[in-house]
């Protein structure tokens, strides 16, 4: 339990004297502020991006998708994770994790929104956004993507909505919730329990679609070897349950009081063997699809696989040993003993799952598809590309883009973390979101 | 009518004539190059690349190949890329929104994004005052979508049209009218009766990638001796 106080008293902030019943709150508010802080920082960066164009970035030409895009896959996989918790909660009726079906909503509702935002800093002319509207071209998987993430952002607002019903109705029914207080109260009860299960119904297929589009924007592609496989969608979905899932753990655990843990040990349990599971699902895909690359000898493979293994190898370290080790320790006996543990096995999911998205982006982008294999060497040379900006001194053409994220783009990459925590924060502060243990 | 272009790549010098007047006659901003010719193999351009049993030199010129089945188009969310009554694959500078899908399609690497405002990058090139370069007027297509500008907007795609303002008036894209080899040529492919039919029957061309099911209209004839 030592590491569980320590942890605890990071995520409590500084203000030991505070009561426990306040203390919830009083950290939805930091977190809250917090949001706001990285939100600021986020949308001021953007603004200097719309100013100066893409140019701010790492990005070029042969290297035309990073940080936001990966942002972008990251943030909706957390969403698909946090509805497929809380619908299958009401579906197959796990009652160990209803208190948490709240959270779950909550933190795919604000993830969702992340990642829409994440997407649009993406676009070279966001204020173009309506044309998707105008001109949809209904082969391109990105459309289809857009129509189930917006649908995505409606079905988990309403998922926290109606869950929220009963309870803003009895606090005074402000805005949201006002036509609800004339109505007698178990009315309103049965129209939240009522509605909240259609939700889920129409939710979980919604949560699979979006995370199975995505993975189609990317799977669709020929021309890339990295992502041109059937595997991606079903992966995609693993990773979503692990990461999604592990999200909301960490703001379960950031919610409840010290010392109501125990009152929720078996749901905590409960949930690091769904991350557990799920990685194992994940890790199995990933390496079937390494082997049967690996196994044919293709050259294309070969250089794909030799970016993986060589160049990128600590970002492949990343993705697999942080992620291996908390799934581990989830499926083991303690993995469910403390509050440090959990928060840190959680948290190493989250880091070795966004290593995992950046790496979706790396060995696709570095191997050219217009490469050709030199006959009588291995290798391959990818046959240059311009890279869109002149730099005295410099060559012109590059046949390797060694990407990082500029200062700047990073700190437009804050604004999807901002939101999440600021959207996840002022629900906390301001409603209950803990619902009874069984 | 669908346009084609076959270039003969015994016949190409790789003088890189047709990267340049592409770049200057469609206005290209420093650092953007539609048109790209380079040794294969080797680090740099017009140095053989070593090869089994010796070495090997040859050029290859690579601009956008006009694709059949333009995966571009495909991915482009809002239609801005299409291809034309005449089977040119070209963009609507005016609706692009962007997102760079078709930079991650593109099989060729032959889309320029325009990371920055042209204009902005064309004042710090260092050129002369008052020095301009490039086809000067706007070009729209029947139903006024904006295919050409000299100075395309910040943030949206680009790439070869196969000069859609000169092909429009009967002329021939910059890149075959100025090869000095005479390695480029251009004509319908429709046509049984064009050149490049007449050509291609005589002669197997190649396309670039071809198991990738992207059926461009540009064909090479393979060098002989490499």
Redesign the interface.
């Known amino acids: 339990m030592k590491t569980g106080n320590l942890a605890l008293g990071f995520l409590g902030g500084l203000r030991k004297e505070r009561g426990e019943a306040t203390s919830g709150m009083s950290k939805a508010n930091l977190v809250f502020r917090l949001g706001q802080v990285l939100t600021v920082v986020g949308l001021v960066a953007w603004g200097l991006q719309l100013k100066n164009g893409l140019f701010i970035t790492g990005l070029r030409n042969p290297f035309a998708w990073g940080l936001y895009i990966a942002t972008f896959a990251f943030f909706v996989g957390t969403a698909a994770g946090g509805l497929i918790i809380s619908s299958a909660v009401y579906l197959f009726n796990l009652k160990t994790l209803k208190p948490f079906t709240r959270l779950a909503s909550l933190s795919a509702f604000a993830s969702i929104v992340a990642a829409t935002a994440a997407v649009l800093v993406d676009l070279g002319r966001a204020d173009r956004f309506y044309q998707l509207f105008f001109h949809p071209n209904f082969r391109s998987p990105l459309i289809w993507d857009v129509l189930v993430v917006g649908t995505y952002v409606v079905l988990t607002f309403l998922s926290v909505y109606f869950q929220l019903l009963p309870i803003g109705a009895k606090e005074g029914g402000r805005f949201p919730f006002a036509w609800a207080t004339s109505l007698p109260r178990d009315q309103v009860e049965d129209i939240s329990r009522r509605w909240t299960r259609r939700v889920a119904l129409v939710g979980l297929p919604v949560a699979i679609l979006i995370h199975t589009i995505t993975a189609l924007i990317f799977a669709t592609q020929a021309s890339r070897a990295w992502w041109n496989t059937a595997v991606l969608p079903p992966d995609f979905i693993a990773v979503a349950v692990a990461s999604g899932t592990a999200l909301v753990l960490i703001m379960a655990l950031f919610t409840i009081d010290r010392h109501r843990f125990r009152e929720f040990q078996g749901a905590f349990r409960l949930l690091s063997k769904i991350i557990g599971g799920a990685l194992l699902v994940h890790f199995f895909f990933m390496y079937n699809d390494l082997l049967i690359h690996w196994w044919w000898g293709k050259e294309e493979a070969a250089g794909t696989l030799a970016l993986v293994f060589g160049r990128y190898l600590p970002l492949h370290l990343i993705e697999v040993v942080l992620p291996l080790a908390a799934l581990l320790y989830f499926l083991s006996r303690d993995g469910a003993r403390s509050v440090g543990a959990l928060v840190l096995g959680a948290t190493a999911v989250l880091v070795g799952v966004f290593a995992h998205r950046l790496l979706l982006m790396y060995p696709a982008q570095n191997r050219f598809p217009l490469s050709l294999a030199l006959p009588g060497k291995t290798g391959f040379w990818n046959y240059p590309i311009a890279v869109g900006q002149f730099r005295p001194g410099e060559p012109v053409f590059a046949t390797f883009w060694p990407y990082l994220p500029t200062v700047l783009e990073v700190a437009v990459a804050l604004l999807p973390f901002g939101l999440l925590l600021l959207i996840s924060g002022w629900f906390i502060r301001n409603h209950p979101f803990l619902g009874e243990s069984s | 009518m669908r346009y084609g272009m076959v270039i003969d790549l015994d016949l190409c010098v790789g003088c890189r004539t047709c990267a340049v007047v592409c770049k200057e006659h469609n206005a290209q ?5 539609w048109n ?1 010719v ?1 040794t ?2 080797s680090k740099y351009h017009q140095i053989p ?5 010796g070495f ?1 030199m040859y050029y ?1 010129p ?1 601009s956008c190949m006009h694709c059949e089945n333009a ?1 571009c188009e ?7 890329t299409y291809t034309d009554e005449r089977g040119r694959v070209l963009i609507d500078y005016e ?7 078709c ?7 032959v ?7 042209p204009k902005g ?1 064309k004042a ?2 260092g050129y002369q005052e008052g020095y301009s370069y490039g086809y000067p007027f706007p070009h729209r297509d029947k139903e006024g979508r904006l295919v050409y500008t000299p100075d395309r ?5 680009e790439k070869c049209t196969f000069c859609v303002q000169y092909t429009d008036k009967g002329e021939e894209p910059i890149c075959v009218q100025s090869c000095p080899a005479g390695a480029r040529l251009f004509g319908d492919l429709d046509d049984p009766n064009s050149r490049i039919n007449q050509v291609l029957r005589k002669e197997k061309g190649e396309r ?2 071809e198991e ?2 992207t059926k461009p209209k540009v064909f090479y004839l393979p060098p002989k001796r490499k």
């Open positions: 901003a420093p650092g953007t190059w790209r380079f294969p193999g690349a070593e090869a089994e049993g090997s290859l690579v995966p495909k991915v482009c969310p809002v239609g801005a609706r692009c929104i962007g997102c760079r899908y930079l991650s399609a593109c099989p060729y690497g889309r320029q994004f325009n990371w920055e405002d990058a710090r090139a907007p910040k943030g949206v795609v670039l990638l990738l099911g």
